[in-house]
């Protein structure tokens, strides 16, 4: 082999290795789309997330607490940390989620995908609900009715990320 095959052969396999090792992990939205879950089981903001990929345990992590109504009827409340267990069509063992009933927030610690419902369960009781309902994710403040808030959303996104490259 000449010298010059020899190195266009080891440049373009430097570059194959350095751009494997710069591929980022899976968004904590894909991963509930690659356990059949909806994205939009999560707000928008996810700021990053913990998974072991063998027990299911999880925990997604967010700047602050998020709020926002549904359908206008339901309120529903994020702590800055979600943890529970995934598996397939399945979040179980959840917290750090919960819903306003009447006038009391009880905390969501199931969710199940049967065929196209979504079962939310608070313990003694649940609901079912159009998987077609979780295909955006809501966004904190104003759900899925912003207006302009979706561009303040991705303003202070960018701010974010511009600060944590700092």
């Not at 069509?89 to 919960?98: A, E, N, P």
Request: glycine residues 8%; negative net charge; hydrophobic residues 35%.
């Amino acid at each position: 082999m000449n010298p010059v095959t020899a190195i266009v052969l080891f440049l373009s396999l430097l570059c194959v290795v350095r751009s494997s090792a710069v591929t980022s992990p899976p968004s904590p939205y894909e991963v509930l789309k690659s356990y059949n879950l909806p994205v939009g089981l999560l707000p928008k903001g996810a700021v990053g997330y913990d998974l072991d990929a063998d027990t299911g345990e999880f925990a997604v992590r967010f700047n602050s607490t998020c709020s926002f109504s549904l359908q206008g009827s339901y309120q529903i409340r994020y702590q800055p940390t979600v943890t529970g267990r995934i598996s397939d069509g399945r979040l179980r063992d959840l917290k750090g989620v919960s819903v306003k009933i009447l006038f009391v927030w009880v905390n969501i610690v199931e969710v199940d995908r049967n065929g196209d419902q979504l079962e939310f369960s608070v313990g003694i009781a649940s609901a079912d609900f159009p998987v077609e309902n979780f295909d955006e994710c809501p966004q904190c403040g104003c759900g899925m009715d912003c207006g302009d808030a979706s561009k303040e959303e991705e303003e202070e996104t960018r701010r974010v990320k511009l600060r944590s490259q700092i």
